[in-house]
């Protein structure tokens, strides 16, 4: 297994500090060589998300 | 890592190819301003980072484009920079060759790579260059760019660009929401408007802002919309049917103005897939299976007299099962030949009416099958003729829409009429289109009915199937187009007719409880997009801490240990104090604005850039550098600084020297370039015995800088040093293996200088081994007992100048040090 890098170790501190799991998921999402791009698709997930929502 | 080389070629100031050799510890290089001395230290950072940092800082890219390449190089050669690094015991070249402007191949011991082996080092820690003009960049730069650049030097980028990243996605999150999510909250947000736009129903306004701010519940607001809608049905009407009664008293007012509507109902995900499988389904049929079964029907014609032959042979097989041997149709005597005859006969009969009953399934196959395509037909005419004719009707009343919607919404009556002609001309299309198809399709019906299948009734009904085929295909795409624009006129025209009926309140009643669903939704989509707002708040503080943790403590210590040392003793009492975070008023802090503290004799000062002079600033600067390189994960071993005391008094100057031998007695592999040759020999002099190497840039021409080597010192001087070692009799190992080395560097140095005045013949005397030094000597003519001696003592001298358990030997440097006096009176 390999050793979780420096912002995979940042991440999971961030995580410990939201409670909202929109926000957790958003910061699970900053991952692979386009971050930034990568938690854009997971925030217009979500909003999609609610949008198709039966409830 | 340290560098032992570097070759220059075409690179900025250089242009035919350069080699320089560093010392492991010292190189000092002279040269006056413009002799190309910042291009050596360029040049070995593009070789590293394919950059450099006066081109990455530079405002306007155009004016340093292609500013790479020396423009005196010859065309037909490459820009290239080469070094060769030690890293522990094993030594690699770097090469780096220009391509164009300012891309570039790489090459490691020859072999191309896409990238260094330690790109990843080098990205993670400040470049070991410390260059004038970037000494104070961190210092005076705006605070965000000081806080990226901190960032970078303490190895926590990683934590700058993600903050960066999510103050840029919670700050403008509408790059992130998708268009059919605008779309469906602007929905909601006309709601609000119409609201707000309604005196009579202005407490559902407030509920409905106190919703969206999650001040209220959404089943308040559902009863509240609820009760409104009460108002204006007959009391007692039960709850199912308030909103039905709310319809019909709308229609009832509305219909007093205008009967017709504007209505063009979309495509449903679910008719669009209708649509596709439906032309599929028809080019299967046309292409395949169908047409192939009715085909094999037309051999069913002779079917008629197959199957009485064979219903002949039955009998008359029957009858012979009771006498076998007379005719059953005369009674005549059959001879054996004949019965086996009447045998075959019926066999073969039998066989073709099993092959007729096949084709009588199939008969009824294809004739299913064609009912089954009829229906299809009749129903995806229905899917596009149903919308078409619902809008179409609109013509009836085109003369009284035209009332109502000019002249104030004339583009919309514009793309109405527009929509009828175009709409129009479609239907007619898929009218005639369909009308053709099922001509033909009855045409092969009756066909297989009546057995007269024929190949030219199939081929023209598959010519209109693809026909039809592709006019539902266009009419859906036109039908389409017009799906939003008729949606918005249908839109304008309804409120218009609410104004005319007096109905504006009912109406947005009754679009508000169609809409309860939506608007929920788009307030949950609203919480989402302002819960965005604490993640920003989250994500800064943390980055905020961790920079404040990294920059206070770690930072400030490393920095004010280099700045002590520059500190002079006259100096004002206006110093440097540390590194700090902005706080706001609520003492939170600032992640991006690293702070650099100032105080004078006890007090706090603002800042440190607004309060220290230039070249405490530039000292500042130099620390700063300095201090990043010598952090144990740096993984540089070497140092370029490039004038750094332009700014400084004689006694900063003098204080760094200090600084110097502090970083060569750290194993720091320092290469300094100045212009300023009086400082350079009082460095030269201040570090006499690292024996570095030194040259100067003595002439620059076309063809680049003319770099030479100059003796460190000279012989007399490193015999007046050995002689001071042997006199001190508290050298210690370190002065003696010291003394050594300056013996074999005087008899080198003696032994050229020899060689140069008896044969005329320059020798380098950085280049003389053992073997070259009594070979030189031979051939000056030098008694052999002299060149005995003089072997011997460099011999020894040079290996014990490299052993690390090294033995001192005061006798035996005392005899050497008188062999060599001996050497320099063979010197004219």
């Not at chain 2, 369909?434 to 019906?445: D, E, G, N």
């Not at chain 2, 194993?667 to 100067?696: A, D, M, S």
Request: with cysteine; aromatic share 8%.
């Amino acid at each position: 297994m390999t050793e979780p890098s420096r912002l995979e170790l940042y991440l999971e501190e961030l995580k410990t500090l939201v409670t909202d799991p929109i926000h957790k998921r958003l910061l699970a999402a900053y991952t692979g060589d386009e971050p930034k791009e990568s938690v854009e698709l997971e925030l217009n997930r979500l909003l999609i998300e609610v949008l198709k929502s039966e409830d | 890592m340290k560098i032992n080389n570097i070759s220059i070629r075409g690179f900025r100031g250089f242009n035919e190819e350069r080699v320089i050799v560093f010392h492991p510890l010292l190189t000092l290089i002279y040269a006056h301003n413009s002799y190309g001395k910042t291009s050596i230290t360029e040049a070995v950072e593009w070789l590293l980072y394919g950059s450099t940092s006066k081109v990455e800082r530079g405002e306007f890219k155009d004016e340093y484009k292609g500013s790479y390449r020396n423009c005196h190089l010859d065309s037909s050669v490459s820009t290239f920079v080469k070094a060769n690094f030690s890293f522990g015991t094993g030594q690699v070249d770097f090469k780096s060759e220009l391509i164009g402007e300012d891309e570039y191949s790489r090459h490691v011991d020859d072999n191309p790579v896409e990238c260094w082996p330690i790109d990843a080092e080098l990205a993670a820690i400040s470049k070991p260059f410390i260059m004038q003009h970037a000494l104070k960049y961190l210092l005076l730069v705006a605070p965000d760019q000081r806080f990226k650049g901190f960032a970078q030097l303490l190895g926590l980028d990683e934590l700058g660009t993600l903050q960066t990243d999510f103050v840029s996605i919670c700050t403008k999150p509408k790059a992130s929401i998708p268009t059919e999510v605008t779309t469906f909250c602007s929905q909601v947000d006309a709601l609000e408007d119409g609201l707000a736009a309604r005196p009579a129903l202005n407490n559902l306004y407030s509920l409905f802002k106190n919703f969206r701010k999650g001040k209220e519940s959404f089943t308040s607001f559902t009863t509240a919309v609820f009760n409104e809608c009460r108002n204006f049905v007959l009391e007692g009407t039960p709850d199912e049917s308030v909103l039905p009664n709310l319809l019909r008293i709308r229609d009832d007012y509305v219909k007093k103005v205008f009967s017709g509507s504007i209505t063009l109902i979309p495509y449903s995900a679910e008719d669009r897939t209708s649509n596709s499988a439906d032309l599929e389904y028809f080019v299967k049929v046309v292409s395949k299976d169908l047409i192939t079964q009715y085909c094999e029907l037309i051999a069913f014609e002779t079917s008629e007299i197959i199957i009485r032959h064979s219903q002949f042979y039955d009998l008359g097989v029957e009858f012979l099962t009771k006498q076998p041997d007379r005719c059953p149709f005369c009674g005549q005597e059959l001879s054996d030949s004949i019965i086996k005859h009447i045998d075959q006969k019926h066999q073969e009969a039998k066989g073709e009416a099993d092959h007729l009953t096949a084709l009588l399934n199939q008969r009824q196959s294809v004739i299913d099958k064609l009912s089954q395509l009829e229906r299809r037909l009749e129903i995806c005419q229905q899917r596009q003729m149903s919308r078409l004719t619902t809008f179409l009707s609109i013509n009836n009343n085109i003369d009284q829409l035209g009332k109502i919607l000019l002249p104030q919404h004339k583009a919309y009556f514009a793309s109405v009429q527009n929509a009828i002609t175009l709409l129009q001309g479609v239907k007619n299309q898929l009218d005639k289109s369909y009308v053709s198809v099922t001509k033909a399709l009855y045409a092969v019906q009756l066909s297989v009915q009546q057995s007269k299948e024929n190949i030219a009734l199939i081929s023209q009904f598959g010519e209109k199937l693809i026909e039809y085929s592709n006019t539902v295909s266009t009419s859906s795409a036109s039908i389409s187009t017009q799906e939003s624009p008729m949606s918005n006129a249908s839109q304008i025209l309804k409120h218009e007719l609410d104004l005319l009926a007096g109905t504006e309140d009912i109406s947005l009643l009754i679009d508000l409880n169609e809409n309860l669903k939506k608007i929920k939704k788009a307030f949950q989509i609203d919480s989402i997009l302002a819960g965005l707002k604490d993640l920003r708040k989250t994500v800064e503080q943390y980055v905020g801490t961790k920079m404040l943790d990294a920059v206070s403590n770690e930072m400030t210590l490393y920095v004010m240990e280099w700045y002590n040392q520059i500190r002079t003793t006259g100096d004002p009492n206006v110093h440097f104090s540390g590194f700090d975070m902005d706080r706001t008023k609520k003492g939170e802090i600032m992640s991006r604005r690293v702070q650099i503290k100032a105080s004078s004799y006890g007090k706090d000062l603002v800042s440190a850039v607004s309060s220290l002079s230039e070249s405490k600033l530039n000292a500042l600067g130099l620390c700063l550098s300095i201090a990043m390189n010598l952090k144990p994960s740096c993984p540089f071993n070497f140092l370029f600084i490039d004038d750094p005391i332009q700014s400084w008094d004689e006694e900063h100057a003098e204080q760094f020297i200090d600084i110097i031998r502090e970083l060569l007695k750290k194993e720091k592999q320092v290469i300094l370039l100045t212009h300023n040759k009086n400082w350079l020999e009082r460095v030269r002099t201040g570090c006499r015995p690292f024996n570095g190497f030194y040259y100067e840039i003595v002439s620059y021409s076309i063809s680049g800088p003319n770099i030479i080597q100059k003796p460190w010192c000279s012989w007399t001087q490193r015999l007046e040093e050995v002689d001071g070692i042997l006199k001190d009799e508290t050298a210690d190992t370190v002065r003696l293996q010291q003394a050594e080395e300056e013996i074999r560097l005087a008899v080198t140095d003696l032994t050229s200088k020899i060689y140069s005045q008896k044969k005329r013949v320059n020798k380098d005397a950085n280049k003389l081994n053992h073997n070259d030094v009594r070979k030189c000597l031979v051939e000056c003519g030098l008694p052999t007992d002299v060149i005995n001696r003089i072997y011997q003592t460099f011999e020894t001298t040079d290996d014990a100048h490299h052993i690390t358990d090294y033995t001192p030997h005061r006798e035996r440097i005392r005899r050497y040090h008188s062999y060599v006096h001996e050497l320099s009176k063979y010197l004219e």
